[in-house]
């Protein structure tokens, strides 16, 4: 599933017209993107939780070249799938 079809998903579900869906989704992704980007972590219960993990610079090498890089640190957000989700998938 991809943005357009939940936005279609919401539309059909709750009776809204095509602008509201795509506002609500927008604003889920603007709200999650700014806790993340502002170091805060985002639990959804039953589902799973986002978080950032920050990473150390590193020698990494170039597979083209071959040669060493030196990769900076930076940071990189994280999904922990939650335990019910995973019974869900696992048909449990």
């Not at 279609?8 to 927008?26: G, S």
């Amino acid at each position: 599933m991809n943005k357009s079809d939940l936005i279609v998903a919401l539309t059909a579900k709750k009776n809204l017209t095509e602008t509201q869906a795509t506002e609500i989704v927008d604003l889920m992704v603007k709200g999650f993107t700014n806790t993340l980007k502002n170091g805060g972590r985002i639990e959804i219960r039953g589902f799973g939780s986002f978080t950032v993990r920050k990473y150390k610079a590193y020698k990494g090498w170039n597979p083209k070249t071959g040669k060493a890089v030196d990769v900076k640190p930076k940071k990189m957000p994280f999904f922990k799938v939650g335990r019910e989700l995973k019974k869900m998938v696992d048909g449990k």
